[in-house]
């Protein structure tokens, strides 16, 4: 019993930890000028994350869900321009890549990380 309940603590913690674990930096790479833009990612509720970055003076922000490892993101920007994300989700490394495109035909290679 002794070596029992130090187990399954471990278990449950990791359990959680992979259940709850989000990236914390969203990285924007312009395909055209290789410009880069930095945002943040943040749990927003259950299996539910908001994504939020700022492109040239424009602050785009919106939800995605990443339990399933394959996100579609609309982020809404402050003037009204959407961003679209595809990108694929790893919980367990707490990565993902994919790309995104603003409706003007600009396109973003997109990595998420710690």
Known sequence: MTRTVPLLCALAAALIGCSTALPTSLVLSDRSTGARFVGAVVSSGEAQAT????INGVFYSGKFDP???NAVA???GTGGDLLHCVFHFDPRT???VGECQLARARRFDVTLSD
């Open 67 to 69: 339990s399933n490892g």
């Open 74 to 76: 609309l982020l809404v």
């Open 51 to 54: 994504a939020s970055i700022e």
């Open 94 to 96: 707490r990565t993902g």
